[in-house]
């Protein structure tokens, strides 16, 4: 198979190569960008918890002496016993948590049956985008492996106020992809049933968003 | 690769079949009216769609350009993070690929994320002759999968279907490959999705292999991005240990900058949304995240071919939305299997000739599919123009079909193009033509026999003026200069 | 203003009150109105059929007869379309770089009449009188090669005794497509059944729009109906005069 690979290789790219004969090559410097770049929004933390809460996510928000009361409430009326806390997440906010409800931590990595019967996730988030309402995850400290935040239920994420950009083009900006990334905009959701949306397919059913005002 | 007879009925013939079916024309109608209200107010929230549009035709367009030194980055890059490229000339090798990294696995099942690019291919039948169990996760490709029916629309395969068909559906056919359907369950789409969520969570925790496409492939980090809305494609690119990704060499853009203009793009184009739920991004392997062993196949599958031909080579900007379908008056009356391609709608009938060529009667007739009305054009978030390449392919059609009804059309246009090159020719056709009009009167013709009862059967036809315009002039206007 | 007149071969052949319709709405504003002899046809059947090379005649008589007219008017959305987009692709597939150029030099003058009276006079109100209740359906090619927007929408309710009704989802297409209606006579004529029936229900009298052609198809279905709606052309009404009663 490696042999037929490499022909195929040299096969597609001399296809490619002999379409592409004597046509105009462009410059990416000459690719007309006058979108907006940036977007103003008068208030960032209130369209992005309007924006977040449209796509049917739970928004809180609140600042940093009562961010760790907000999170045990969402979690106690989640019915959440078992909390999965990734590695990297600061003490402040998965150590109240501790106290009262069973923390799962992933070292050693947690079984793929834990996760699944694991009732709720809390994580921190890389950026939020205001204009489409959107968390991105890129898993580094705080955020945990992808799994981590795809087989429990509930799906609770503390966003720093300070952490929320306009629109899609400025959090990319501040995104590096070199490891996986999820960006998640609202629940789960399918519209395939005659294109009513309807909430909780796969991912978690209920996301949680926490805005913490002053970090 | 050219000359493939995808040995469907024509057009026409397909679309008389779907327009008389009354639960398609409702199910369709409902549908495709839904999601472009919701795509035009989202749509019209932003004040700069058209440069985005812009920039995304000018990006894609760009990219195709110089896609050989893309395609080498890409592969670069992807290798370097722990992945590996394979090519594929070819449908046949696309599939025997893919087979073979499955079989390396020791495995005989796999979960897949819904991916054009592995319909068009037919991986499916081809892993199930090799004794391979693929299963599909998303939900219209489950419902679709399930029945052993085909997709009829890119985003929402299972469009023509409502929600008691899906229950009848799961309910026959779930059990047959796994959780069967609860027993009491209704047509509630909440209950028939739950449905869905348990019977493909076991395959989920139990599958060694997935199989996905991607939206996009970014050719400077080696990234592949799977825009998606119901989690499966999460689960996919997360759970199991071995990750096959088919992506076509038109999926590429050069930078993860680029991803700027296409992710408002996209959900805001094809479901609607401002952003869709979950758009995952993977660049090569991680450590303890995801898959080990990770295989990208790069398709061309008639791609190359396309690209040579300076029209008709904007086709390959598509980013699968799916918004001209949900604007085209035909679609909506004819449905997407009429299509007879895994491609419907507008796209549809200008990529599909130009992946298949246009020797046989289905490909060829889908190019005609159309009123050339333009809506597709005006949805379009890349600004191909879909009007202008449907006639580019249909005279690519006229010139290269030799049938003998296409020779009689060509003789037939080329008499009527020599009376339009000359207006004394053209006045003495209308003299004959108005004595004809003299005999109808006024009245409008009712029934006329073949070819023009294809116009008369539904319709009046207007008889010929008993004076044409010239006629009148040259009486009224010309020499003595005589008014009314 | 000297103004050329382009019936079409449509116009000219099924519909020329259409076209004797038009001449009087330029001539009562005041245009000089000529018919250039050596006019038939703008190709747009050949072209939009994929008959390119059969095309060529057509294009090269159209721009023997207008060369050299500031304005050229013609009475239909879809053929002026043609000629200012689809000409010069014509004359390239022709091999005739003459032909070429001379579609680059005709092809700016043309208008559809709407456009001309709107932007080109500058009127809104031309004078007309037209008592009854109408729909107007905005054809495809005008709205969406030309961009007409709502000028011909502005022409009519300028007109006196007008009832202007909005006709449903106006923006779909109602199924002619040229070739189309007769490769694909069933999606055309269902798409064609939605259009009346959004035509009916308006309570209109008569349906309205600026080609002939998609009026003959929509005209054809509503005869057919026998359900007394009358088709007219935009340039009908807007022809006729209080003094015409």
């Not at chain 2, 892993?127 to 629309?153: C, F, K, M, N, Y």
């Not at chain 2, 009862?453 to 020499?479: C, H, I, K, L, V």
């Not at chain 3, 011909?152 to 497509?177: D, H, K, T, Y």
Request: aromatic content about 6%; hydrophobic content about 40%; some cysteine.
């Amino acid at each position: 198979m490696k042999r037929s690979s490499h022909d195929a290789r040299e096969a597609v790219l001399g296809s490619v190569r002999s379409a592409l004969a004597g046509g105009q090559r462009g410059s990416a410097d000459s690719i007309p960008r006058e979108y907006r770049g940036r977007r103003h929004v008068e208030a960032l933390p209130e369209l992005f918890r309007e924006r977040v809460a449209e796509y049917r996510a739970a928004v809180h928000t609140t600042d940093s002496a009562g961010a760790p009361e907000t999170v045990l409430g969402v979690l106690e009326r989640a019915d959440a016993r078992r909390v999965v806390v990734p590695e990297g997440l600061p003490a402040q906010w998965s150590d109240p948590v501790a106290e009262r409800h069973d923390t799962l931590e992933d070292r050693p990595r947690l079984s793929t049956t834990t996760l699944e019967n694991a009732d709720a996730v809390l994580t921190t988030c890389t950026v939020g985008i205001a204009t489409t309402g959107t968390i991105v995850l890129d898993h580094g400290p705080g955020q945990g492996r992808r799994a981590l935040t795809l087989l429990p239920d509930t799906h609770v994420c503390l966003v720093a106020a300070s952490r929320v950009v306009d629109d899609v083009p400025a959090a990319l900006a501040e995104l590096d992809p070199v490891g996986p990334m999820t960006f998640i905009s609202g629940p789960s959701a399918t519209s395939d049933i005659e294109l009513e949306r309807v909430e909780g397919v796969h991912g978690p059913r209920d996301l949680h968003v926490v805005i913490v005002g002053d970090v | 690769m050219s000359g493939v007879d995808l040995g469907m009925p024509t057009f026409p013939d397909a679309a008389r079949q779907a327009v008389r079916d009354a639960q398609l024309r409702h199910n369709l109608g409902r549908a495709t009216s839904t999601i472009r209200n919701k795509r035009a107010a989202v749509v019209d929230e932003l004040d700069d769609w058209e440069q985005l549009r812009a920039s995304g035709a000018a990006i894609k367009a760009h990219t195709l350009s110089r896609l050989d030194t893309y395609l080498e980055r890409f592969e670069a890059a992807v290798t370097a993070a722990g992945g590996t490229v394979h090519w594929a000339r070819d449908a046949a090798e696309a599939n025997r690929i893919v087979t073979e990294l499955v079989r390396e696995t020791g495995e005989t099942e796999a979960v897949k994320v819904k991916s054009m690019a592995t319909q068009e291919i037919g991986l499916n039948e081809a892993l199930a002759s090799a004794g391979i169990s693929a299963w599909e996760t998303d939900l219209a490709e489950l419902i679709v999968q399930l029945d052993e029916d085909r997709p009829s629309h890119i985003l929402v395969p299972a469009i023509h279907r409502n929600r008691s068909e899906i229950r009848e559906i799961f309910r026959r056919e779930m059990a047959g490959s796994g959780t069967p359907a609860p027993a009491d369950l209704t047509d509630d789409p909440v209950q028939l999705a739950e449905a869905a969520r348990h019977h493909l969570r076991e395959k989920f925790l139990r599958a060694n292999v997935a199989i996905s496409g991607a939206n996009f492939a970014v050719a400077e980090t080696g990234s592949l991005v799977v825009v998606e809305s119901e989690g499966n494609g999460r689960m996919c690119l997360t759970m199991p240990d071995n990750l096959i990704s088919v992506v076509g060499i038109e999926k590429l853009v050069p930078s993860w900058r680029d991803l700027e203009v296409f992710l408002q793009l996209l959900p805001r184009s094809s479901t609607g949304e401002r952003m869709n739920p979950y758009t995952s991004v993977l660049s090569g392997v991680t450590e303890g995240d995801g898959p080990s062993n990770f295989h990208v196949v790069l398709l061309d599958n008639g791609r190359s071919e396309a690209l040579a031909d300076e029209v008709g080579s904007q086709a390959l900007r598509c980013i699968r939305c799916s918004a001209c379908l949900n604007v085209c008056p035909v679609y909506e009356r004819a449905g997407g299997h009429a299509y007879g391609s895994v491609y419907p709608g507008p796209i549809g009938a200008v990529l599909t000739p130009q992946l298949y060529g246009v020797e046989s009667e289905d490909t060829a007739s889908l190019p005609y599919a159309s009123t050339l009305c333009g809506a597709c054009y005006d949805v379009c978030p890349v600004a191909i123009e879909i009007p202008e390449l449907l006639v580019h392919l249909r005279n690519r059609t006229t010139r290269e079909r030799k049938g003998w009804f296409d020779r009689l059309t060509g003789t037939a246009m080329r008499g009527l193009g020599w009376v339009f090159g000359d207006s004394k020719r053209l006045g003495r056709a209308q003299r004959i033509a108005s004595l004809g009009g003299r005999l109808f009167g006024r009245r409008g013709i009712g029934r006329l026999p073949w070819p023009m009862s294809r116009w008369t059967d539904a319709r009046d036809a207007p008889a010929p003026a008993p004076e044409s315009f010239r006629q009148w002039w040259e009486r009224n206007r010309t020499g003595s200069g005589d008014e009314r | 203003m000297r103004v050329a007149l382009f019936a079409t071969c449509l116009g000219d052949t099924l519909f020329p009150g259409a076209v004797r319709a038009t001449l009087r709405v330029l001539e009562r504003l005041g245009c000089t109105v000529e018919f250039p002899p050596g006019q038939t046809c703008c190709g747009q059947m050949h072209t939009n059929t994929g008959y390119h090379e059969q095309a060529v005649p057509a294009v090269r008589s159209f721009v023997a007869a207008f060369e050299g007219y500031d304005h050229v008017v013609a009475p239909s959305g879809s053929c002026v379309g043609s000629i200012r987009h689809q000409h010069d692709i014509v004359a390239e597939r022709g091999g005739d770089r003459k032909l070429s150029e001379a579609v680059g030099r005709v092809s700016p003058h043309v208008y559809e009449l709407s456009e001309f009276l709107v932007d080109v006079l500058g009127v809104t109100d031309v004078g007309a009188y037209f008592p009854h209740r109408v729909t107007y359906h905005p054809t495809c090619h005008s709205l969406r090669m030309l961009r007409v927007g709502d000028k011909p929408r502005r022409l009519l309710s300028e007109v006196r005794g007008i009832r202007l009704l909005e006709l449903p989802e106006a923006e779909q297409c109602c199924g002619f497509g040229g070739t189309f209606a007769l490769k694909n006579p069933d999606v055309s004529v269902a798409m064609g059944a939605d259009k009346t029936r959004h035509v009916r229900e308006t309570g209109a009298e008569v349906l309205c729009a600026s080609d002939s052609s998609c009026l003959m198809h929509m005209g054809g279905l509503l005869d057919r109906q026998r359900e007394g709606i009358r088709t007219m052309h935009l340039a009908e009404i807007l022809a006729g005069t209080e003094e015409d009663r």
